[in-house]
Structure formats: C-alpha cells, structure tokens
C-alpha cells in the first residue's frame, strides 16, 4: 500500500472499492489479497518444495493446527499423492490449547484434539513432521506446536508450513514454506477463508486500515 493512498471509509460498498468482501461491520472493507486460483497454486508450489528439500516424501507427516491448518494439512497431503508416489497419505491434527502461553489472560479455550494416523501407532519418532498453519504472525502459536510435538515423540525433522506470513514476529520462528509474503500492519486483520470451513470461495482478505503512524512504516 502506498504511504499516501487513503483506504475506503467503512460504510464503502463493494462497488466502491475493487476486490472488497461485504460483511465485516466495524472495519473498513475487507481486500481480496488472494483468491481461489491463488491458494491452490501456492498449495501445489509448496508441495513441490516439500518433495525437493526432503529429496522425496517416504517419511512425512503433515499435521495441521486447528482450525484451518487441518484443512490446508489434507489439501497439501492430496498434492503430495499426486507427484510423489512413496507418500504414505499420512496427515492429521495438533491441538495446541494446552500449551499456549495466554491460557492465563483467555482460560475459557475450548480443547481439542490430537489425531494422528493410526499406521503411526501415536507416535512420531523418525519422522519428517511438517506443521501446517493458515497464518504465521507472532510465531507464539508454532512455538506451543513445538512443545506440543515433544509429548508426542522426538521427530527426525520439524518444518513449517503457513499459507500467509505476516510478519510482526515476536519470537525467532520462521516458516520453511511460504504460500504468500503480506506486509501489513498490525492494526489490520488477515483472514483465511477455506470453502470447506467458512462455506464461499477460498480466499485470504486483509481488513482494517493502518493507523498514521503505521502508514509512515511501511
């Protein structure tokens, strides 16, 4: 975004502004920032560059953080199949509530599931564990994976996959695989749509407009 362009006043129409999606009261309108055609390239690119940095893919396992990591985790799994003939298929879920360090400022987190595949027999010993996550921002939620994984096993290798990064790390904790690189500020909201969670269309939209100070940042 240029320093000097205005974002739409919030009660803009998606007429008013290109590529805005309704139905985001409070903000300004939310931009389309990736479509469906977007998401399902930089999904085939990084299981392409999961193949090539592992030299094949007999040993991995793709597990998702709730919530729509799970569902990228299994898109990415489908792809894996398809040009890798010795992947097992072999993806599943981590919950990492329990492990998160806000549990005191938010103690009314729901808790949920860890599922593994069952050819692993519950653990992940050996393995090529690739974390699967919608949005890579602070890094304090890939860090409660990591200390999720260590009651699980003690895997070969841990990368980490985000279909968004961005930025505004406050932890030293960077993705492998990147979908799409998306400066923002931190008063703006990156949102993740997945047909299969939200209902739609797939998309990734940013809403809300950086304040005068950020404008001057970026």
């Given at each position: 975004?240029?320093?000097?362009?205005?974002?739409?006043?919030?009660?803009s129409?998606?007429?008013?502004?290109?590529?805005?999606?309704?139905?985001?009261?409070?903000?300004?309108?939310?931009?389309?920032?990736?479509?469906?055609?977007?998401?399902?390239?930089?999904?085939?690119?990084?299981?392409?560059?999961?193949?090539?940095?592992?030299?094949?893919?007999?040993?991995?396992?793709?597990?998702?953080?709730?919530?729509r990591?799970?569902?990228?985790?299994?898109?990415?799994?489908?792809?894996?199949?398809?040009?890798?003939?010795?992947?097992?298929?072999?993806?599943?879920?981590?919950?990492?509530?329990?492990?998160r360090?806000?549990?005191?400022?938010?103690?009314?987190?729901?808790?949920?599931?860890?599922?593994?595949?069952?050819?692993?027999?519950?653990t992940?010993?050996?393995?090529?564990v690739?974390?699967?996550?919608?949005?890579?921002?602070?890094?304090?939620?890939?860090?409660a994976?990591l200390?999720?994984?260590?009651?699980?096993?003690?895997?070969?290798?841990v990368?980490?996959?985000?279909?968004?990064?961005?930025?505004?790390?406050?932890?030293?904790?960077?993705?492998?695989?990147?979908?799409?690189?998306?400066?923002?500020?931190?008063?703006?909201?990156?949102?993740?749509r997945?047909?299969?969670?939200?209902?739609?269309?797939?998309?990734?939209?940013i809403?809300?407009a950086?304040?005068?100070?950020?404008?001057?940042?970026?």
């Amino acid at each position: 975004m240029n320093p000097g362009t205005r974002m739409p006043e919030s009660g803009s129409t998606p007429s008013d502004t290109p590529g805005a999606v309704p139905g985001t009261p409070g903000t300004d309108a939310a931009r389309t920032v990736l479509g469906e055609a977007d998401i399902a390239r930089a999904l085939t690119r990084i299981a392409h560059e999961i193949v090539e940095r592992n030299k094949g893919a007999a040993d991995l396992l793709l597990l998702g953080i709730p919530t729509r990591g799970v569902q990228l985790a299994r898109r990415l799994a489908e792809r894996l199949a398809q040009i890798e003939p010795a992947f097992s298929g072999d993806h599943g879920t981590l919950d990492v509530t329990m492990y998160r360090d806000d549990l005191r400022r938010q103690p009314t987190r729901a808790v949920g599931q860890t599922v593994l595949p069952g050819s692993l027999d519950g653990t992940i010993d050996d393995k090529v564990v690739v974390l699967v996550d919608d949005v890579l921002f602070s890094g304090r939620t890939i860090r409660a994976a990591l200390d999720a994984l260590n009651d699980l096993g003690r895997p070969r290798v841990v990368q980490l996959a985000a279909l968004v990064d961005r930025g505004h790390r406050e932890l030293p904790i960077r993705a492998d695989y990147v979908g799409k690189n998306l400066p923002t500020s931190r008063s703006e909201r990156v949102k993740v749509r997945l047909a299969d969670v939200d209902g739609g269309v797939d998309a990734v939209v940013i809403s809300g407009a950086p304040t005068n100070d950020e404008k001057g940042d970026r």
